[in-house]
């Protein structure tokens, strides 16, 4: 029982550098998301994509970019890092629209930018 | 649009004792309201979730949650915490026409000997 599965777990990168953050789903399930989790913050949406082939943008997506690669695999892609883009990222899939579907979770990537 | 509180940051119980976390949420038809669970190092799991019917729910783990309109609150409850319980615990509201969930900012468990 795979779920949710994100590569990699950790990542440290210097100021300007880009990394890709890779998702995949075994579930088929058609929704797929990108959280971001700060202290005291609680969990904030970057992008989601609610069917393949669409993504759309949530509260906090800039410097971030997302690919719906296919149903199964969604990524997040930072093209320059930033200090204040560390954090620790969820990915997070359902079967359909979440306000009426749960959501599966990753078990997060832990990125610091230095 | 829809926001979720969860007024308590931390939360102390000694194991053995009763637990309630609170949830309170701003929308104005009939939510879909779930509580999740993160333990430390994991992602975030589903303890249960209310959509309608039955304002009392029963989720995973021995926990239940309350559905109460009058007071646009969503209570999570267990009557004897373990010490495995220990975790930080969100509430989130889903709502037919907004296309994801609103997480609350999560209360922090800690369970005493």
């Known amino acids: 029982n795979a779920g949710v599965t994100q590569t990699p777990k950790f990542q440290v990168l210097k100021t300007g550098q880009s990394m890709t953050l890779q998702c995949a789903q075994d579930?088929?399930?058609?929704?797929m998301y990108w959280y971001r989790q700060d202290p005291g913050m609680g969990l904030r949406l970057i992008y989601y994509?609610?069917?393949?082939?669409?993504?759309d943008k949530g509260e906090v997506p800039n410097g971030y970019n997302v690919s719906r690669l296919n149903k199964r695999e969604f990524s997040l892609r930072l093209e320059s890092a930033a200090p204040s883009q560390t954090s620790v990222y969820f990915c997070?899939?359902?079967?359909?629209?979440?306000?009426?579907?749960?959501?599966?979770f990753g078990n997060g990537t832990r990125l610091t930018v230095t | 649009a829809q926001s979720v509180t969860q007024p308590d940051i931390h939360i102390t119980v000694s194991e053995g004792a009763s637990l309630e976390l609170r949830c309170n949420y701003s929308?104005?038809?009939?939510?879909?309201l779930f509580w999740y669970v993160q333990s430390p190092g994991q992602g975030l799991q589903l303890l249960l979730k209310?959509?309608?019917?039955?304002?009392l729910v029963q989720g995973i783990k021995g926990f239940e949650a309350e559905f109460k309109r009058s007071q646009s609150s969503f209570n999570l409850r267990k009557p004897s915490v373990h010490w495995s319980d220990a975790a930080e615990y969100f509430c989130?509201?889903?709502?037919?026409?907004?296309?994801?969930?609103?997480f609350g900012k999560g209360t922090m468990l800690l369970v005493s000997p």
């Open positions: 579930m088929n399930h058609n929704s």
């Open positions: 209310y959509f309608s019917g039955d304002t």
């Open positions: 994509s609610a069917s393949e082939g669409t993504t």
């Open positions: 989130a509201v889903g709502a037919s026409g907004y296309s994801t969930l609103t």
């Open positions: 997070a899939s359902s079967d359909r629209g979440s306000y009426n579907s749960p959501l599966h």
């Open positions: 929308y104005g038809a009939t939510p879909y």
